[in-house]
Structures are given as C-alpha cells and as structure tokens.
C-alpha cells in the first residue's frame, strides 16, 4: 500500500505528546477532600453542605447574582429551574435544536413539551429570530442554551420574553464564567443552570448548580433538592414534593479550587485561542463563528469552528474530522445532534401524557421538525476542538492550526478511504465503535 502523508493513510502522526489533561487537580482539591473525609460530613446534610454552601455563594457572585444552590448534575439543574418558576405539565417550554439532549430531557420529565426552534448559523445558538413564531398559548419560558463559545442573544430572548410575559432559563453548561455586556451567564433569566459533568469548565466529576436573583425561585429550588423540606430562609413557605437531588460534599469540595483557577485558566485559553484565530485566519475551506462584542468575557467550553466541503473539493467532514484525530488533535464533529433526531431520544408518547393531551394523535417530536441549520453544524459544518485544547502552550495550539493545514493541504489522500475513525464519525457519540 502506498503511504500517504496524513497519519490515517500511513503517513507520520504530527503530534504525538497528548494535550493537557481534564481534569486537572491540584493541591489544593486534595486538601479540600481531606477536610470533607475527617469531618464526618460527606452528605448534603444538614443542608446545604458547609462546602456546598461556600462554593454556592461564590458561584453566584461570580455571576452577578444573589442566590446559588448546588445539586447533583445539571440536568437536575435545569428541572429544578422548570419547577421553580412552576412549569406544570402540559405548558411548553422553547428549547433551542442543537443542544445536549440534557437540556430537552428535563422538560419532558416534568411532563411539559419541548417546542424545537432552529439555530442562528452565525453563534449556533437558539435563533432568536424565530422565537416568536414558536410561542403557542400554552409556552411558558425559553430555555436558551449559550452553546460552545457564545451567547445565546441575550438582549432579544429577554425583549421577547417581557412582551410575551414567558419565563427564561439559561442552560449555562458550557458558560461559567462568561458575560453578556458585564452581565454574568445565568443572571439574566429568571434563572441559570450549569453542570459541573467531567468535560465542563469547573468539574467535580458530575454535579450542578442553580442560580437566581430571586428568592422565591431559590427557595422552590432548595426545596425541590432537598426532598420537598423548608428552604433555608422559607420567607414565601412554600411547600412542594421534592426529591433527594442534593450534592455530596466530596464533590462540593473541588469546585471551590477550580472556581478559584477558572479566571487564570480563563486567561490562558483566551490568549491561546487568540492565537488559533489568527493562525486560521484564510485558511480555505475553514471559518471561525462571528464574534458577539456584547461578550464581554469569554467561556469556551470548546472552540467551535466551520468546515465546509463543498470548499474542499467534497471531502466530507467525517473524513477531515478522524483524520485531525489520527493526527493526535482531540476534536470531534456529530458531538451533537438536532436533539429530536437523536438515538438518546427515543421518547414514548405513553411515558410523557402531555404530548396526548386535547389531541388525537400524540404530538410525534421525532418527526414533526425540520432545522436546516441545525442539520447542516450537526452533521455537516461544526468541528469542536475540547477547551483543555488551549491550556497548553504555543506549541500546542500551534500543533492544531498545523495539523488543519496538514490535512488541507492532503485532502486528496482522504477521498474514498475507509478508516473505523471515518465511520465513528458518521455516528453520534453515543453510537460510535470503541
Ligand atoms: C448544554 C448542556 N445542557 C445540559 C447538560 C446536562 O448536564 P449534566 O450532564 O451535568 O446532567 C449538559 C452537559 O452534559 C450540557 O452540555
């Protein structure tokens, strides 16, 4: 067999040391845990945890707001952010279509209805623009996503949501850290919702948390936690059935020291980022999203960017995906897929009534969307590249934008190859080969 250049048709892999590891732990987390270990208090109770509590105050105020609860994922942050501004069953919530399927599922678990709206090309989050079009006489809130490394747009959901007297949400998974015009992720809607899962920004393995300015909300939330129990200032005495969805305190322990790092950490990605950028500037074939001023800071959970074949002589992203991967650059490109048409929602209608409800057939959200521009980033145009990526150094970085010119500059060589590396690429990532 002929040996080709790029490292997935026998040539030599560029990089071969791997990129920085996450997560990362230091000192610091070990002191952290070894107080939790010799203090007898691994629970959430009594409730809040001692490190809970800290970290949760501190989470908020580093998001401009007043109030944090921590809980155990942060699915459960965004179900119990559904409960506490009181989605019943049957009301319908706007869920952007390119997202993790933990943004839809809790709005399904509460027995309301995801209403799918399509993406803006520019940010690949929820298109504002098409909001209204979506709103019914039974929506209650929008639930925008900041996907990536931007905002959803902040200024018009929150317009829209006043004029139309809705609720919102801000799943802010892949956001600590960031701000909108000097306003922290998840300050702006009536609450924010982040995960603390192993891939995030800060990490304690799995966990989550909620944030609000009010207070009636972060009562409802801590009730709802913590298995239906008074909140810890019960002014509004509200009384709902809750469940035990609390944070254990080993895992409440690390977050305090990776909150503490984020902003060093948050230095390092962008000036390194700053470098991609510009090394891919012009580069054919290859574009960056629009930059949004009104981020004023920046929380690149990955660092998204645009292939577009039909630029590349129709080599499809699949093939130019696992190629950067055989070339020891960790990125991917079905991460995520329109959540309706994906194999982790196979929802049944008998175990969700709502979707029944004053119909005849059930509402059949498999199939009722159609996203074109969620279609064409999920399973044609985005690359992610993992945010530890850019924790490194110059090199690193300078190893990705490398390897992307490597395998422009190979592209042939990928034309008609089989590789299981081109197939898993053809799959969702629950799907895929190990
Ligand atoms: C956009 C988005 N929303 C929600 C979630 C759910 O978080 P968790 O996995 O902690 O339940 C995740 C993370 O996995 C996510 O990426």
Same mark, same amino acid.
């Not at 790029?6 to 030599?12: E, F, Q, V, Y």
């Not at 009301?91 to 209403?115: F, H, K, M, R, S």
């Not at 966990?207 to 913590?226: D, K």
């Not at 048409?341 to 005849?360: C, T």
């Given at each position: 067999?002929?040996?080709?250049?790029?490292?997935?048709?026998?040539?030599?892999?560029?990089?071969?040391?791997?990129?920085?590891?996450?997560?990362?732990?230091?000192?610091?987390?070990?002191?952290?845990?070894? @107080?939790?270990?010799?203090?007898?208090?691994?629970?959430?109770?009594?409730?809040?945890?001692?490190?809970?509590?800290?970290?949760?105050?501190?989470?908020?105020?580093?998001?401009?707001?007043?109030?944090?609860?921590?809980?155990?994922?942060?699915?459960?942050?965004?179900?119990?952010?559904?409960?506490?501004?009181?989605?019943?069953?049957?009301?319908?919530?706007?869920?952007?279509?390119?997202?993790?399927?933990?943004?839809?599922?809790?709005?399904?678990?509460?027995?309301?209805?995801?209403?799918?709206?399509?993406?803006?090309?520019?940010?690949?989050?929820?298109?504002?623009?098409?909001?209204?079009?979506?709103?019914?006489?039974?929506?209650? $809130?929008?639930?925008?996503?900041?996907?990536?490394?931007?905002?959803?747009?902040?200024?018009?959901?929150?317009?829209?949501?006043?004029?139309?007297?809705?609720?919102?949400?801000?799943?802010?998974?892949?956001?600590?850290?960031?701000?909108?015009?000097?306003?922290?992720? *998840?300050?702006?809607?009536?609450?924010?919702?982040? +995960?603390?899962? +192993?891939?995030?920004?800060?990490?304690?393995?799995?966990? *989550?948390?909620?944030?609000?300015?009010?207070?009636?909300?972060?009562?409802?939330?801590?009730?709802?936690?913590?298995?239906?129990?008074?909140?810890?200032?019960?002014?509004?005495?509200?009384?709902?059935? *809750?469940?035990?969805?609390?944070? *254990?305190?080993?895992?409440?322990?690390?977050?305090?020291?990776?909150?503490?790092?984020?902003?060093?950490?948050?230095?390092?990605?962008?000036?390194?980022?700053?470098?991609?950028? $510009?090394?891919?500037?012009?580069?054919?074939?290859?574009?960056?999203?629009?930059?949004?001023?009104?981020?004023?800071?920046?929380?690149?959970?990955?660092?998204?960017?645009?292939?577009?074949?039909?630029?590349?002589?129709?080599?499809?992203? $699949?093939?130019?995906?696992?190629?950067?991967?055989?070339?020891?650059?960790?990125?991917?490109?079905?991460?995520?897929?329109?959540?309706?048409?994906?194999?982790?929602?196979?929802?049944?209608?008998?175990?969700?009534?709502?979707?029944?409800?004053?119909?005849?057939?059930?509402?059949?959200?498999?199939?009722?969307?159609?996203?074109?521009?969620? @279609?064409?980033?999920?399973?044609?145009?985005?690359?992610?590249?993992?945010?530890?990526?850019?924790?490194? +150094?110059?090199?690193?970085?300078?190893?990705?934008?490398?390897?992307?010119?490597?395998?422009?500059?190979?592209?042939?060589?990928?034309?008609?190859?089989?590789?299981?590396?081109?197939?898993?690429?053809?799959?969702?990532?629950? @799907?895929?080969?190990?």
């Amino acid at each position: 067999m002929d040996m080709g250049k790029l490292a997935i048709a026998g040539g030599k892999t560029l990089r071969t040391t791997p990129f920085t590891a996450w997560p990362m732990a230091r000192k610091e987390e070990a002191v952290a845990l070894e @107080d939790v270990l010799t203090s007898s208090k691994w629970g959430g109770q009594p409730f809040p945890g001692k490190h809970a509590d800290a970290f949760a105050r501190k989470f908020a105020e580093f998001h401009t707001t007043k109030y944090g609860q921590c809980v155990n994922t942060g699915t459960v942050a965004i179900q119990a952010a559904l409960r506490a501004i009181g989605i019943r069953a049957g009301d319908e919530v706007i869920v952007p279509a390119y997202t993790w399927e933990g943004t839809v599922g809790p709005v399904l678990l509460v027995n309301a209805i995801p209403v799918f709206v399509d993406i803006d090309p520019d940010t690949y989050c929820m298109d504002a623009r098409l909001i209204e079009k979506a709103i019914t006489p039974k929506t209650q $809130a929008i639930l925008p996503v900041h996907l990536g490394m931007r905002f959803a747009d902040m200024d018009e959901i929150l317009r829209i949501a006043a004029k139309h007297n809705l609720k919102v949400i801000e799943d802010c998974a892949h956001a600590h850290g960031g701000m909108w015009k000097g306003r922290g992720a *998840g300050s702006m809607g009536d609450l924010g919702a982040f +995960s603390f899962q +192993s891939s995030k920004l800060i990490t304690c393995g799995e966990g *989550g948390a909620v944030i609000t300015n009010n207070l009636e909300y972060m009562e409802r939330v801590q009730s709802y936690i913590n298995a239906g129990r008074a909140s810890v200032t019960d002014k509004y005495h509200h009384r709902i059935v *809750g469940f035990n969805y609390r944070l *254990g305190e080993f895992q409440a322990a690390v977050l305090g020291p990776q909150l503490d790092r984020l902003p060093e950490q948050a230095a390092i990605r962008e000036k390194n980022m700053m470098r991609f950028a $510009a090394r891919l500037q012009n580069t054919p074939g290859i574009a960056l999203l629009k930059p949004d001023p009104r981020i004023t800071r920046l929380a690149p959970y990955g660092y998204v960017i645009k292939y577009f074949s039909e630029k590349v002589k129709e080599i499809p992203r $699949a093939s130019f995906v696992a190629a950067l991967q055989l070339e020891g650059i960790p990125c991917d490109g079905l991460f995520y897929e329109p959540v309706y048409k994906s194999s982790l929602f196979p929802v049944d209608p008998n175990d969700y009534p709502a979707l029944s409800w004053g119909r005849e057939k059930p509402l059949d959200l498999r199939s009722m969307y159609s996203c074109p521009e969620a @279609d064409r980033a999920a399973y044609r145009e985005a690359i992610w590249f993992p945010h530890q990526n850019f924790l490194g +150094s110059t090199e690193d970085v300078d190893a990705i934008t490398d390897a992307i010119h490597k395998v422009l500059e190979n592209i042939e060589e990928l034309r008609g190859l089989d590789h299981k590396a081109i197939r898993n690429q053809k799959l969702g990532r629950a @799907d895929r080969e190990s």
